[in-house]
């Protein structure tokens, strides 16, 4: 209901009371409180503006950081493929050359227990040849 009231109060009259005087325009307190308020929505309007202003810069912003911190980003795991291959190619050298190394240790062992075992053959073989040379020499002299 106070509108209703606010409404009324508008067609009282305006004027001390006392001897009857001609009814007066009644006092419009919106328009007063608008015309008080003018200056302040247009400051308002303004920081509005600004505001938005600021923010669409902050957006900007934002948005250029996150493009460069992507494109940051795809570097390095580019950067990291190419150090992922490159290690991978080390690794690779170093394993071949381990396996040469062993390859050639194990041939040198193979060598040397091939000249042990010649030598050991050679040796038996003599054993062995002076052994049929004696049992060749005692089947052909004549018995005592």
């Known amino acids: 209901m106070p509108m209703l009231q606010e409404w009324l109060r508008r067609f009282q009259q305006a004027g001390v009371p006392g001897s009857p005087a001609t009814a007066g325009v009644p006092l419009d307190r ?8 003018r200056p302040l929505l247009a400051q308002l309007d303004a920081a509005e503006r600004r505001t938005k202003a600021v923010e669409e810069q902050f957006d900007l912003r934002g948005q250029k950081l996150i493009a460069d911190a992507t494109t940051r980003a795809q570097q390095l795991i580019a950067e990291a493929h190419v150090s992922a291959e490159a290690e991978r190619d080390h690794a690779i050298r170093d394993r071949r050359a381990a396996a ?3 390859r050639e240790d194990l041939l040198s062992e193979a060598r040397a227990e091939a000249d042990r ?12 040849a002076g052994e049929a040379v004696a049992l060749v020499l005692a089947s052909a002299s004549p018995p005592p």
Not at 30 to 37: F, I, P
Not at 117 to 128: C, P, T
């Open 30 to 37: 919106t328009a007063g409180l608008e015309s008080e308020l």
């Open 100 to 102: 040469a190394r062993e």
């Open 117 to 128: 075992v010649r030598r050991q053959s050679a040796r038996e073989l003599a054993d062995l």
